[in-house]
């Protein structure tokens, strides 16, 4: 593993269309912009041109959705092929994809589907993120998924899976403090257990977003403020593992920019409060 220091780059947002020309307009205090990657692996087009404008002012990073890294389907060259090209014409800080499926045998179940925590899988999961960042010649994030359903034949929990993966295959970790929330709350864990489980040399990015609670379980909606519970296990993860680099996920009912603005001087305000570990 690479022995620097973790790179950081403050707090950032989730680049979305909706605020392509607020962003242009404010240029409010935002430090880092994340894209999703499927949304720009085209020829060319309106999308790519404000990404191409937005990385001559703002650190990016590009985050996938459909790598389905914990698949059985062969990997997906023509799709790598196309996320090399965006790569080489963004050069992102890092890629991140999630610790998940999304189909089987060619169909695309457009969802991010828990993997068995097995040692099966970590050997299968960690073999195919190897391969993965042979192709892309850097190291890949990978980020937690939020659940709803666990398979009776895990062995391990979710974070000793997270863990082994990241081990195995020499990767990096895209702690999503929501994420660790909301599967907490549905398979009733602690949710600083999680956080204890995880190596901090191995993580370089938080994402943070809002869901809908329904009672009996949550729904990990990206489409609401951050609620309170995961205000504080962000508290929890700043002290556990410092400085890292940290933005706002929002995928629907899409507010204001202002609002996540103001959102993010929320995260740097509970950041500052927090006493600061040494960095790893
Ligand atoms: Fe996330």
Redesign the pocket.
């Known amino acids: 593993m690479n022995a620097d220091k973790r790179p950081y780059l403050g707090f950032g947002l989730g680049l979305r269309a909706e605020h392509y020309e607020a962003l242009l307009a404010t240029r409010p205090k935002v430090d880092w912009l994340e894209a999703i990657s499927e949304n720009y692996m085209v020829e060319g087009g309106k999308p790519l041109h404000y990404l191409d404008r937005f990385r001559r002012d703002y650190p990016m990073v590009l ?1 996938g959705v459909s790598l389905s890294i914990g698949g059985s389907d062969p990997l997906d060259a023509a799709y790598l092929e196309r996320l090399s090209a965006l790569i080489d014409r963004i050069e992102p800080l890092w890629i991140s994809d ?1 610790l998940c499926w999304t189909g089987h045998r060619g169909i695309n179940m457009h969802d991010l589907l828990p993997l068995p925590q097995t040692e099966e899988a970590v050997a299968h999961v960690a073999e195919r993120v190897a391969r993965v960042q042979d192709r892309l010649k850097r190291q890949l994030l990978i ?3 939020s659940s709803y359903v666990s398979y009776t034949h895990s062995t391990m929990p979710e974070w000793e899976f997270l863990s082994a993966v990241a081990e195995r295959a020499d990767c990096l970790v ?1 702690l ?1 403090v ?2 660790i929330f909301v599967s907490a709350y549905n398979h009733e864990f602690d949710p600083r257990r999680y956080l204890e489980g995880v190596d901090p040399r191995r993580v370089r990015q938080f ?1 943070l ?1 809002g869901h809908q609670n329904n009672g009996s379980h949550i729904v990990d909606t ?1 489409d609401h403020p951050i609620v309170d519970g995961v205000w504080q296990l962000f508290a929890d993860a700043w002290q556990r593992f410092g400085p890292v680099s940290t933005m706002i ?1 929002r995928d629907a009912e899409i507010p204001p920019l202002a609002d996540l603005v103001a959102e993010l001087d929320e995260a740097r305000r509970i950041a500052a409060a927090v006493a600061e570990p040494a960095l790893p």
């Open positions: 985050h999630h980020e937690n998924v895209l999503d929501n994420n994402h977003a990206h996920e």
